[in-house]
């Protein structure tokens, strides 16, 4: 559906009539895209577990599974980190060990990056200290939600990250 001001907004049924997903674009001369979502906690657990499952959600497969191991690579130059780019941090963390695909971050090397967490991990966070992650090696997927700004106000990420890994068993 095309709305004012040249963004569009999409519906999706199968995560929620709910979850809504605008892209506004600019009028440059070369093509650029930003997102922005607007939905509940709910939906953002069933997107990733979208992920988790590889592109299927209750049965309906809405993107395929070599698009979603695609989305999820590293596309950084030459397998770089994001300190290899010049972006020494990440969501107020180190960014070494970890570089970017076209979901979000990816995380290459844990020991690099001095996190508790898989490789292949693949993760996402917000201006108001929200975030998510979905690690595929231990069928795990988390949504963070939170109202802090800026999110470097207090690294409760990190602290959540931990306490989840040194649960597993």
């Not at 709910?18 to 070369?30: G, I, P, Q």
């Not at 844990?110 to 992650?133: K, Q």
């Not at 595929?136 to 989840?164: C, D, I, K």
Request: proline share 4%; net charge neutral.
């Amino acid at each position: 559906q095309r709305v004012d001001g040249g963004s569009c907004m999409f519906t999706d049924s199968v995560v929620s009539k709910e979850l809504f997903v605008f892209w506004f674009f600019s009028k440059s001369s070369h093509t650029h895209c930003e997102t922005f979502q607007v939905g509940t906690l709910h939906d953002y657990q069933r997107f990733c577990q979208m992920l988790l499952n590889k592109g299927s959600l209750d049965g309906v497969r809405i993107l395929g599974r070599k698009t979603v191991e695609y989305l999820s690579l590293n596309h950084l130059p030459e397998g770089r980190d994001l300190p290899g780019m010049g972006q020494p941090s990440l969501l107020n963390m180190s960014a070494k060990g970890i570089g970017y695909g076209l979901i979000g971050a990816v995380m290459t090397n844990p020991a690099e990056a001095s996190n508790l967490c898989s490789a292949g991990e693949i993760s996402w966070g917000g201006l108001a200290s929200t975030m998510f992650w979905v690690d595929p090696a231990e069928n795990l997927s988390v949504v963070l939600m939170a109202q802090l700004v800026p999110s470097s106000t207090y690294n409760f990420r990190r602290e959540l990250r931990a306490a989840v890994y040194q649960a597993l068993t």
